[in-house]
């Protein structure tokens, strides 16, 4: 089974300013896929960015970029210019296309980010 | 397109009490899933399908059903309900074949309390 550990249960950041958010996975496979989810109050699982293993580039989504390090299995989340919006919880996700494209979850980080 | 639609969104039920949740999606996906979130923990994979008439166990199966007599749907039963199946429980859908990166669709969720 795959684990995914997210080791911050909450952080807080002011506005306009960068937060990153840690993410390590454990996994015996080469080829996956890692991903960022973010769930306002309304409880809505939005995809955020997404990784594929076999890629050395680094995704970003405008304001959102990753830190892919493959060899420490390691996949942060750095949010910059951070705004209201962005408050939410955070979950890191794993998925092995071998695996029926299951996804592992971590617990998840609640970012607060104030005014 | 409405993607995926979870019903219902809320319920209470009480100690012994059945109910089914359904799970619907109009994206033609072959892969659908239910989840369930707790605090601290996550989500975690109930049951899934990787299609019309197939099932498979996930990683917290104990106490729930599922059935896919429809490509479309997907539906989530709890014989017995018991207080430990309070939670938010998610669907969820996915592709196999398009794209380079699969992605899972997820429902609004629905939060189920057993009292």
């Given amino acids: 089974?795959?684990?995914?550990?997210?080791?911050?249960?909450?952080?807080?950041?002011q506005e306009a300013e960068t937060v990153t958010l840690s993410c390590t996975y454990d996994t015996s496979e080469n080829n996956y896929y890692l991903f960022w989810y973010k769930q306002p109050p309304s409880r809505q699982m939005i995809l955020v960015i997404r990784q594929e293993a076999y890629k050395q580039q680094n995704a970003t989504e405008n304001r959102f970029s990753v830190n892919f390090q493959k060899a420490a299995k390691s996949f942060s989340l750095k949010i910059s210019d951070s705004q209201l919006g962005d408050t939410a919880m955070y979950f890191c996700a794993f998925m092995l296309r071998s695996n029926d494209y299951k996804l592992s979850f971590g617990a998840g980080t609640t970012v607060t980010v104030r005014a | 397109n409405a993607g995926v639609t979870q019903t219902p969104k809320f319920r209470v039920l009480k100690t012994g009490q059945s109910m089914t949740l359904l799970c619907a999606q109009d994206m033609n996906h072959e892969y659908m899933y239910w989840y369930r979130q707790d605090p601290g923990m996550g989500l975690r994979l109930i049951h899934y399908s990787v299609g019309e008439g197939t099932t498979a166990k996930g990683e917290v199966p104990d106490g729930y059903n599922v059935s896919r007599l429809k490509k479309q749907n997907f539906l989530l039963g709890l014989e017995s309900a018991a207080p430990s199946q309070t939670s938010v429980y998610f669907c969820a859908s996915s592709y196999t074949n398009r794209g380079p990166t699969p992605e899972a669709f997820f429902g609004q969720g629905t939060r189920l309390t057993v009292v």
């Fill in chain 1, 1 to 13: 089974a795959q684990t995914v550990t997210q080791s911050q249960p909450e952080m807080s950041v």
